[in-house]
């Protein structure tokens, strides 16, 4: 695999990384309630406020195993193509709709889509399969209301950031012989929970330079699992999924400093394999988290732009 550190950080990323205390504790060894203030408090300086939507609703998907999705809607000044669902990134621990009120902004005025951002459960408290459950209450509710938010708005995709492209994709796997999804968009996303030999831009990349860590994935999926063994279930790694053929047509956006640009490269090439018409957009000089940093890299809207012709 490439070596990031041929290519240089970006100014936006170095400024990013460069403002960061270097006294501070990393967020997964501060308590639970202030780490999820910290990344609160950092979403809001760094990508808001978004561009303008015509409209902003909330809703309740159907109840699944005992999880009904709250969704918050975001359409489009102009006529809608679709609805996607989109899951926000925080390692299944951190993270709300409103913390990514900013994204869904963008990814709304990007795709021309209504945008129904999950407002899933998190971990510790709610540890898998009930982040899943509430995607899937989430689909279910896309395939019922979508067409009453807009007469002409039939096509569904999914989307996530980070450990919320996990989700996006396990999702996508599970319900791929029931429902005809369009697209499967994936930023930077998290797609197997061991490290594998092949991705060596874990080891390159994460002992914390970067602002993503190799420690703050096992700590993500410590939270998120109940049990080690389940990281070798596609639900939770679906990189190890023996029907990856079965994807919609993805787009895959990852980083160059990113301890996760590997495995997403790896998707693309597999998925092509099979005669998927998917893409990776690899932007060389930022680092994981970049499209929710809307305020200090430029790369951002570029990110959303190159969505946005894909989908459109």
Known sequence: MQDARRRSLSRGAKAFLDSADPNAPPIRDLPLDAARQALDTLMLAVDQPGPEVAEISDHAGPDVDG????????????????????????????????????????????????????????????????????GLSALHWAIDRARSLDPECGAIALAGDSAGGTLATALALRMART???????????????????????????GDGTYFLSRADIAWAAGNYLSDPAQADLEDVSPLLSPRLAD????????????????????????????GNEARLYCFEGVVHGFMGLSQVMEESQTAFDLLGKRLR
């Not at 963008?106 to 009930?130: F, K, M, N, Q, W």
């Not at 919609?248 to 099979?274: M, N, S």
Request: charged share 15%; net charge neutral; with cysteine.
């Open 67 to 134: 999880i009904a999705a709250r969704l918050r809607c975001y359409t489009p000044l102009t006529p809608a193509h679709g609805v996607m669902i989109f899951f926000h990134g925080g390692g299944w621990t951190l993270g709300n709709v409103t913390a990514y009120d900013g994204f869904a902004r963008r990814l709304c005025a990007a795709t021309g889509h209504i945008i129904a951002s999950v407002d899933y459960p998190l971990s510790p408290e709610h540890r898998y399969p009930i982040a899943l459950n509430a």
């Open 179 to 205: 429902v005809r999804l369009s697209h499967l968009a994936l930023f930077y996303p998290v797609l197997v929970i061991e490290d594998q030999s092949e991705h060596t831009s874990r080891a390159l990349l």
């Open 247 to 274: 994807l919609p047509p993805t787009t895959v956006i990852t980083a160059g400093y990113d301890p996760l640009r590997d495995e997403g490269a790896d998707l693309v090439r597999r998925l092509q394999a099979h």
